[in-house]
């Protein structure tokens, strides 16, 4: 079925939003509002309505528009090719109503379910309404957790936040107002509520919104798990309620004791979560799809000027050019910063990828403190490329002594130019290893050594796990699915509420679950790393495996410091609070989400003081917030100026 951009049927946006978007000048030139009703009354019109929401959450969550939820954070800062807008971020300076994210779009979808809610009614087929309206449920709370979340709503303290829409409107207005917390997380419960009893519990072929019974969309358990992230999100928030906490507990831990019931659980091997051919299995709740160039039901793309499927950019964010290092030893080879030259043994090729360069490891924090421990928990080396083989020739580098030759880089017999291929032979041009070498051993190695104090924004471990084998050319883009929930974050979220019940044995237990299969490798996961790094034999694997799992338990020094209630002030005092965000990082690096993270907890300022050095000095409270985009404020012209978030001008 062809998809119909989402434009050519919503009658008018949600209010005034509609002129703050693309779709004014189709509103104004070709306004249709006699037919589209009618179009909604159909079973074809309204599965379109629903895919067309599924299909533009793509231009939401596909790319460097994501690099807001990861600066401003203790994860991340700005990579060498950073904008100017990720450095605002970052150091929290400057950052107002122009340019904070605008996602005021997300009204015209919202605009577009709330016309499927009033004309699916008359769709005589119970079981495909049923289904329709399901989907249009879960959408709909979906997009106001995002919204309320980034911008929040009116509460005693706070004068703004996101609008509240939930019928169909019609008419364009120019006049619109923030509503209540109380009343947006009321509507998102409600909604997830009702589409968790409605929704399927898997995926099959014979759903209307699936591709061949490869999952697409949500089913029962995508419902559950986003209720207990807004029962935990809202139980920290102005206008909690006394049960919130033991719901996410609840609901959590529901799912994981019929994870059998959804085709949801944990691979035995961290390795295995970031596989492609797993994209669709166990692990994975929910993902906004690409689809690929041969799904024009979900993707509708073509492939892109600059080569690749999709718009799925995420891949290339953090990754480094690793095309510009050199191979001399000359001084300074050894400082920080490191003194490199343009001696390089590599060209950008496909595997390598093409290197945006938007974002960095800070490593204050991600390499010093969540990976600290790369012997026994194999979550560094399944996220991070460490090393690149040398494709091209390339003269022999020097050694310090300026005079003598290291030895000439040989390089792969296979690069890949044309395809995705690992290179199986071949010297290591660029090595990262996780602790400081001395010169000597710089001097012993063909390539060049980083050692992680002299990582910064422009050289650094790369995040590897949203590599895409289907890439053809090296400036493509990715068809992956961006994972949003993995079944990982289910234990997580019940860690967490746990935790905040004063649960600490439970809380414990979750965490545990994680770091025991963390500590698991195989013989098969050391062809991915560096042979510096720690592998295991078919020999070795048994021991090394039940000795790492010993060693990932919960100490009793930590098992004391879950007791410690959660701490919102004081960088100088650790709380259980720090060892679950800590698992967080571990277990969800580069999946675009810690900004929220942080929000939720009400770690954004602490934390920031206590890793990020440019954020530190200026974040605050009111940062929480993102401010309300400047286009929603200039275009509300009727009735009282739209108001702007705390602290922001």
Not at 48 to 58: F, M
Not at 237 to 262: C, H, M, P, R, W
Not at 624 to 640: D, E, F, K, Y
């Amino acid at each position: 079925m062809k998809i119909l951009n989402k434009a050519s049927f919503i009658i008018a946006t949600a209010a005034i939003l509609s002129s703050a978007t693309s779709c004014k000048k189709l509103l104004e030139e070709n306004p249709r509002a006699q037919l589209y009703p009618n179009y909604f009354t159909t079973p074809g019109g309204v599965q379109a309505a629903v895919t067309g929401v599924y299909n533009d959450l793509r231009n939401t969550f596909s790319g460097e528009g994501l690099v807001f939820y990861y600066n401003g954070t203790d994860e991340t800062i700005p990579g060498g090719s950073a904008g100017p807008n990720p450095i605002v971020y970052n150091s929290f300076n400057g950052i107002n109503s122009s340019n904070a994210p605008d996602i005021t779009g997300l009204y015209v979808d919202i605009n577009t379910l709330n016309g499927v809610f009033q004309y699916a009614s008359s769709i005589t087929d119970v079981a495909a309404r049923t289904q329709y309206v399901a989907q249009a449920k879960f959408l709909r709370a979906f997009l106001y957790f995002y919204l309320v979340q980034t911008y929040g709503g009116t509460t005693a303290t706070q004068k703004s936040g996101i609008p509240l829409h939930t019928t169909f409107i019609t008419q364009a207005t120019t006049a619109d107002a923030p509503a209540p917390l109380a009343d947006i997380y009321n509507l998102i419960i409600k909604d997830l509520t009702e589409a968790s009893n409605e929704l399927p519990n898997t995926i099959t072929t014979t759903n209307p919104f699936s591709a061949a019974g490869v999952g697409k969309t949500a089913t029962a358990a995508v419902a559950k798990a986003y209720l207990a992230k807004v029962y935990l999100t809202r139980g920290y928030s102005e206008v909690k309620q006394s049960a919130d906490f033991q719901a996410s507990a609840d609901l959590t831990a529901a799912l994981i004791n019929t994870k059998g019931t959804y085709g949801l659980d944990l691979w035995q091997d961290y390795s295995d979560v970031h596989k492609p051919a797993n994209d669709y299995g166990k692990e994975n709740v929910f993902a906004i799809d690409f689809g690929g160039a041969t799904d024009p039901l979900y993707t509708g793309y073509t492939l892109q000027g600059s080569g690749g499927f999709g718009l799925n950019q995420l891949y290339v964010l953090a990754r480094m050019n690793y095309v510009g290092p050199g191979i001399d030893n000359i001084p300074g080879i050894d400082a920080v910063p490191q003194k490199l030259t343009n001696k390089t043994g590599m060209f950008r090729d496909v595997y390598g990828g093409r290197p945006y360069t938007r974002l960095a490891p800070n490593t204050r924090y991600t390499m010093n403190v969540a990976f600290a421990d790369q012997v026994h928990d194999s979550r560094y080396d399944n996220t991070f490329q460490t090393f690149w083989i040398c494709n091209t020739n390339v003269a022999a580098g020097v050694k310090s002594d300026q005079v003598t030759l290291k030895g000439k880089l040989i390089p792969t017999t296979g690069p890949s130019t044309s395809a995705y291929i690992r290179p199986l032979d071949g010297d290591t041009a660029i090595l990262m290893p996780s602790v400081d070498v001395d010169m000597a051993r710089r001097d012993n190695f063909k390539g060049l050594i980083v050692t992680p104090k002299q990582f910064n924004n422009v050289v650094f471990p790369t995040v590897k796990k949203f590599d895409d084998p289907k890439r053809t050319g090296t400036g493509d883009f990715s068809s992956r699915p961006i994972i949003l929930m993995r079944f990982s974050e289910v234990y997580l979220m019940n860690a967490e509420a746990n935790y905040m019940l004063g649960n600490i044995g439970t809380t414990a237990d979750m965490l545990n679950v994680l770091r025991k299969r963390a500590a698991y490798r195989t013989p098969d996961d050391a062809q991915f790393i560096a042979k510096n790094a720690i592998s295991v034999t078919a020999a070795t694997m048994g021991t090394v495996n039940s000795a790492n799992v010993q060693a990932m338990q919960l100490t009793p020094a930590q098992l004391a410091q879950l007791s410690i209630p959660n701490n919102t002030s004081s960088p100088a005092t650790l709380c259980g609070m720090d060892l679950i965000l800590d698992e967080y990082s571990r277990e969800l690096y580069g999946d675009p989400r810690r900004w929220y993270d942080l929000v939720r907890t009400q770690q954004l300022v602490r934390r920031n003081k206590m890793y990020n050095t440019n954020g530190g000095p200026n974040v605050q409270d009111y940062h929480a917030r993102w401010p309300i985009p400047q286009n929603l404020i200039n275009t509300v012209l009727s009735g009282p100026k739209y108001p702007q978030n705390n602290g922001y001008n």
